[in-house]
C-alpha cells in the first residue's frame, strides 16, 4: 500500500544550521532536475518508491522544496558549462544560414563587446553648416575613428 511522505523530516544540519530536506524528497528533487528522468514519469518513479502520487504533489507545493527547488534549478540553468554549450548550438546554426540563430548569437555577444561613445564637440549647430561644412565634418570625424582602431 503506497505511504503518505508527509512533511515530517526534515533536519537542522548541526554544522550550518540550515533545514536539510527528507531523504526521499533529496531524491525527488535530484530526479527533477536530471536531464534524462529514469523512470520517465512521476507515477513511475512513485511506484518504485510505494509512494502515493499525491505525496509528491504535496512536496512540489512545500514553500521549502520549492525554494530548493528553484535555487538548484538556476544554479544548473545558469552553469558556464550548459550556457556555453547554448551559444556553440547557437553559432553552428547561425553560421549555416540561421537568420534567428544569427540575431540571436550577435545580440549574446553584443554583451561583452565594449561601447563606444562618440561625443561632438561643436559650437556650431547643424542645421547652420552647408551640405559641403556637413560632409567634410562627416569625412574628418570617419577619419578620426578610422585612426583610433588602427
Known sequence: MPQNGGGR????????????????????????????????????????????????????????????????AAELNVHPERTQSVVDALYKQAAQGDVKAASLYLQYIERFTPKRRVVVDDEREASGMSDAELAAELDDLIAGLRSEDA
Open 9 to 72: 523530516g526534515w533536519a537542522t544540519d548541526p554544522d550550518t544550521g540550515e533545514k536539510v530536506m527528507p531523504q526521499q524528497w533529496a531524491e525527488f528533487l535530484e530526479w527533477l532536475l536530471s536531464d534524462e528522468r529514469v523512470p520517465s514519469s512521476a507515477r513511475e518513479w512513485c511506484a518504485e518508491r510505494d509512494l502515493n502520487e499525491r505525496t509528491v504533489r504535496r512536496w512540489k507545493a512545500d514553500p521549502r522544496f520549492i525554494r530548493e527547488w528553484d535555487r538548484r
